[in-house]
């Protein structure tokens, strides 16, 4: 099932920085791969793929968008400027960070209660930090990828490339 794509464009996000922008207006015609991140988790050196995904990949469209929870353990306690000083200074992290955010439950952010409705139509759970949705230029959900699939897996690149 394609997501509804005028609204998931629609969805107001704000960055670390304090901006905001929508998900359409932020990142037109870019193919996104949305991140729950988290830097006290075991899965956080996936840092480090992601930043060079998007690297590699950026000038060809490719966006990550690293969006920090703390909803799974306790694993990003931090402040919007301690996660963002903890990802450049430990990983050398040049993408886009939105501000902490629920991703599941009654809380979860709007872009997150799409995302998670791929690609049945009925919201199913993040289950981890750093699972990932891969969001094509034209807005519809292409993919879903467990926490456990590495950044530069050839599943994931093999889907970003196909993306791009």
């Not at 050839?154 to 970003?160: F, K, Q, R, S, T």
Request: a negative charge.
């Amino acid at each position: 099932m394609s997501q509804r794509i005028s609204t998931l464009r629609d969805i107001a996000i704000t960055f670390n920085d304090g901006t905001t922008s929508t998900f359409g207006e932020a990142f037109a015609d870019r193919t996104v791969l949305v991140v729950n991140v988290a830097s006290k988790c075991g899965f956080t050196p996936q840092y480090a793929g992601l930043e060079e995904l998007y690297t590699t990949y950026r000038d060809q469209g490719l966006v990550v968008l690293g969006v920090p929870s703390n909803q799974f353990m306790g694993q990003e306690p931090g402040t919007d400027a301690d996660i963002e000083e903890f990802c450049q200074v430990n990983y050398g992290v040049t993408f886009p960070l939105a501000t902490k955010t629920d991703v599941n439950g009654p809380e979860a952010h709007p872009l997150y209660r799409e995302l998670t409705a791929y690609p049945t139509g009925e919201v199913q759970d993040i289950g981890w930090n750093f699972e990932k949705f891969l969001v094509g230029a034209d807005g519809v959900v292409l993919g879903r990828f467990a926490s456990k699939v590495e950044p530069l897996s050839d599943e994931l690149v093999e889907a970003v490339r196909a993306a791009l």
